[in-house]
């Protein structure tokens, strides 16, 4: 069993940065691989980056290539999402998941999920 909660969200202009956190409980959370996904109103959650469970292999959508970065700290037993430039469009509820297999884009692969955290980047 795994327990994630996120933090880290708010509103930013757009070309700024923020840096989300995700907390995990229990400690087995280095045998896990964890992503990050979102969801607007209105839309599909939707996959932004994923990492391996000993964080060697990173996946990211093409519409956040080359402006975030997916990392863990498995002694901390924490997952980051640093995001710069953000754009207007980025705007969303930010989830943190894990699942036991790899660094997956499906979110039906995930096993468990936070509660989210909402980015704003007003237009």
């Known amino acids: 069993q795994v327990q994630l909660v996120e933090s880290g969200g708010g509103l930013v202009q757009a070309g700024g940065s923020l840096r989300l956190s995700c907390a995990a409980s229990?400690?087995?959370?280095?045998?896990?691989?964890m992503g990050w996904f979102r969801q607007a109103p209105g839309k599909e959650r939707e996959f932004v980056a994923a990492?391996?469970?000993?964080?060697?292999?990173?996946s990211y959508a093409d519409s956040v290539k080359g402006r975030f970065t997916i990392s863990r700290d498995n002694a901390k037993n924490m997952v980051y999402l640093q995001m710069n430039s953000l754009r207007p469009e980025d705007t969303a509820v930010y989830y943190c998941a894990a699942n036991r297999f790899n660094a997956a884009t499906m979110r039906g692969v995930y096993d468990y999920w936070g509660q989210g955290t909402q980015v704003t980047v007003p237009s």
């Open positions: 990492i391996s469970s000993g964080g060697g292999r990173t």
């Open positions: 229990g400690r087995t959370f280095s045998s896990y691989a």
